[in-house]
């Protein structure tokens, strides 16, 4: 079986110990990071689950970061930018969303759990979306349970 | 000797007599009687070696990248994969279509060597894997045809059958497939090396800083190569399926490259790669109102 | 000779997997390999297995050591290789001599290495004669014999019914011995090998060689490779490694890995200076080191003629005919 069945974690309970999601969250500069910024200005409560990592636009995300994400050891990957029209270089998320829509499909035909994988447009005055869309995800990702597959535990 | 072969020599003989072009890329005889080799003549003399037969599987665009080097002209012969792949190169701006004579020759589908290896000549030899999914068997491009173009072949497709069964199967059956397919990875990358789609100067497999892929030959590594390929190559996948003839351990790579092809022909509605060299790749454009189903 | 009765050798094997790790050839997903026996698996004897047995003394990654970071301290473990006693069954003339060219690069001229030492000093080899020649087989011509493998313990011939064993060594008797009851006395006569039909004559081949390197013809040779490391990695021989580590966080391990020297970037340095820095060197220097290098170290050639490169590449690169157009070449 290559799918793990012993990792490092702490499947079941509430104490602290307990196994929480590690969500990364691939954020375009202009749209998305402000946006996340602006959630925290305004003090909206989301799960401290995610790690941010600031891209210039979405179409930076190569989909081979995705894949790395999940081998390195996360659970979820989003990958959010701005609105289709609204990009900051005009395109980029153009060619995001083409490329995203594809790479689902192939981590669905690899047999990962195509909801661990989501690409939203958040733009920067969204700050209650960011705060949604975050918390919708771990929560999924909660019911979920770790990611067994893909996991890198050489 | 068959038609096409003593039109081959003619033309060929011809173009290098001529001074027309400085070197000829066609095949050859190998060994055993079930290969056939790529052919680099740049005489008159030698265009007796070349042939076209059953068994003529090189896709010989890829190595236009080699010979930007080349004074003069190239002319090579292609099938209707190959042609493809020649488009493919001239769309990512790696060769000049003037540069070339392509000689193009209909293919009526070739046969798979390792059949061929405990039969006799003569025998009945199965059809390759890779030709039972061709829609193109004629060339695409050309500067002079041999021969007369021939319909697409209806032929039943493992490729499709193995796409088939894995959709139907359950998320952790198909990881387990794929899991023990890539676990069987010599890393080789005869894959890559032989594919027209991969023409990047310096692939990032072979990039040691940033190291995105570890040395190690181990099963996330190799998922790890085998979908950003996937994926670097998809929508500008010829479907030429030299990719899985030439792998070693048979990882039915085309029954990923043709997954995502057809992923993209579903969602994007677009051609299949290498028809028109003018055209963008699938995932080097857009359109205004692509699906955005999950958004 | 004693023997067995061929349908009776899974019996055979069952017992000596009790004794020690025993590998075999298989077939898995239709690539032969040599494997860790198992019971319920079919036996692969009627070709030689696609992938050498090389990786049982030299695996394709294998880790050296670990190491830990805490504070300012550095732990570092050893990897602690069990001494298994191993026998490997079933391996042909030509891969028998592969194992002694490994042995002379890994053992020999003063250098010992320690994870190769570790796993071939405790393993028993079991030779199996080849009765058919494949298409690409020409291990004759490379001066070996099909029925007799080199440095092995035990040398099982192909009887017809049955498989006949003959002691090689010491350890070879002392196999015997131990599944005796297993074995019966015969003198049914072992079965020839087929003729082959891939020849070549390397007579004269290294020291001309060594004169040839800057011959023209390595230009024409090389135009078709397509760079990969297929025959190196299916070659019996080949044993060129990397090292490499992986961190994670404050520890990590070191490892070595198979490389290939038809990689571009195999002979890249710090500072980018790549002295074969394309195919035609690289070509050049594997048939090179095959024919001629080798030779000169140790006295012998490295190419078994198992005939693997031959069958597998893509583009069918063939040593037999670099050969012939050597010993055509006109050289001064």
Avoid at chain 3, 51 to 75: C, H, N, V, W
């Amino acid at each position: 079986m290559s799918i793990e069945t012993n990792l490092n974690v702490e499947q079941q309970g509430t104490g602290p110990q307990a196994w929480e999601p590690k969500i990364l969250v691939f954020a375009c500069n202009w749209c998305t990071y402000a946006g996340a910024d602006l959630a925290g200005l305004s003090r909206l409560q989301y799960p401290p689950n995610i790690r941010i990592l600031r891209v210039p636009c979405s179409g930076r995300v190569n989909p081979q970061f995705v894949i790395r994400a999940f081998q390195k050891g996360l659970d979820g990957v989003l990958v959010a930018g701005c609105h289709p029209g609204d990009c900051h270089y005009s395109t980029g998320n153009y060619f995001t969303r083409r490329r995203y829509l594809l790479t689902k499909r192939l981590l669905e035909y690899m047999g990962i759990d195509p909801q661990r994988f989501q690409v939203r447009w958040i733009s920067g005055s969204e700050g209650p979306k960011f705060q949604q869309v975050v918390t919708q995800l771990v929560e999924e990702i909660k019911a979920m349970g770790p990611n067994r597959k893909m996991r890198d535990q050489e | 000797m068959n038609e096409i072969t003593q039109k081959m020599r003619e033309t060929a003989r011809g173009l290098l007599n001529s001074g027309q072009v400085a070197l000829v890329l066609g095949w050859e005889k190998g060994y055993p009687w079930y290969k056939s080799a790529p052919a680099f003549i740049d005489r008159g003399e030698d265009v007796d070696r070349l042939v076209f037969d059953e068994f003529c599987h090189n896709n010989l665009s890829k190595y236009l990248l080699d010979l930007v080097a080349v004074e003069g002209r190239i002319a090579l012969f292609v099938k209707g994969c190959d042609s493809r792949g020649i488009n493919r190169l001239i769309q990512d701006n790696q060769v000049k279509r003037e540069q070339l004579y392509i000689i193009g020759i209909p293919c009526p589908g070739l046969k798979d060597p390792d059949d061929a290896a405990g039969k006799k000549q003569g025998d009945e030899i199965k059809d390759a894997a890779k030709c039972q999914d061709c829609r193109y068997p004629n060339p695409v491009v050309y500067d002079l045809l041999l021969g007369e173009k021939v319909p697409v072949a209806k032929r039943s497709s493992e490729t499709q059958a193995l796409i088939e069964r894995l959709e139907k199967m359950k998320p952790d059956e198909r990881y387990e497939f794929w899991a023990e397919q890539f676990s069987r990875c010599l890393r080789c990358y005869a894959c890559r090396n032989i594919c027209p789609a991969c023409n990047c100067r310096e692939c990032v497999f072979d990039r040691a800083t940033p190291e995105w892929l570890g040395k190690a030959n181990n099963l996330i590594e190799n998922q790890f190569m085998h979908l950003t390929r996937a994926i670097h190559v998809a929508g500008r996948c010829i479907e030429c399926g030299e990719c899985e003839r030439a792998c070693p351990v048979n990882i039915p790579l085309m029954a990923l490259n043709r997954k995502l092809i057809n992923d993209i022909e579903e969602l994007f509605g677009e051609e299949p790669a290498g028809l028109d060299p003018e055209k963008k790749t699938p995932l080097g454009r857009f359109e205004l109102d692509d699906p955005e189903k999950f958004m | 000779m004693l023997a067995i009765d061929k349908k009776r050798l899974n019996e055979l094997l069952r017992n000596m997997s009790r004794d020690f790790r025993v590998y075999a050839p298989y077939l898995e997903n239709g690539t032969g390999k040599f494997a860790p026996y198992r019971e319920d698996r079919e036996l692969y004897l009627e070709m030689n297995t696609l992938l050498p047995p090389k990786d049982i003394f030299f695996p394709q990654t294998e880790k050296m050591y670990r190491f830990r970071t805490a504070g300012s301290a550095l732990e570092i473990e050893e990897i602690e290789d069990k001494k298994e006693k191993q026998v490997i069954f079933g391996i042909r003339s030509c891969d028998a001599f592969s194992i002694d060219c490994l042995d002379k690069v890994f053992l020999s001229r003063g250098y010992e290495d320690a994870f190769y030492k570790n796993k071939r000093e405790n393993t028993l080899l079991v030779g199996l004669a080849c009765t058919a020649a494949g298409d690409t087989c020409f291990c004759r011509s490379m001066g070996l014999n099909p029925q007799e493998a080199v440095g092995v313990d035990l040398q099982v011939l192909d009887l017809g019914e049955e498989w006949g064993f003959e002691a090689r060594t010491a350890a070879g008797e002392g196999l015997l011995a131990r599944y005796r009851d297993l074995l019966r006395e015969t003198d049914a006569a072992p079965i020839p090998t087929q003729e082959f039909k891939l020849k070549v004559d390397v007579e004269g081949v290294p020291e001309k060689l060594s004169r040839m390197f800057d011959h023209p013809m390595w230009e024409e040779i090389s135009r078709k490779c397509l760079g990969c490391a297929l025959c190196t990695y299916l070659c019996p021989t080949c044993h060129c490694f990397d090292v490499s580590g992986k961190v994670k966080g404050e520890e990590g391990y070191r490892f070595r890995c198979w490389d290939s020297c038809m990689f571009s970037e195999y002979t890249r340095m710090a500072g980018g200076h790549n002295p074969r820095p394309t195919k035609k060197e690289r070509v050049r220097n594997r048939f090179m080191h095959k024919l001629c290098y080798f030779v000169e170290r140790y006295g012998q050639l490295l190419c078994t003629g198992c005939g693997r490169c031959l069958a597998k590449c893509p583009v069918n690169m063939d040593i037999t005919a670099v050969i012939r157009k050597i010993k055509e070449a006109e050289v001064e």
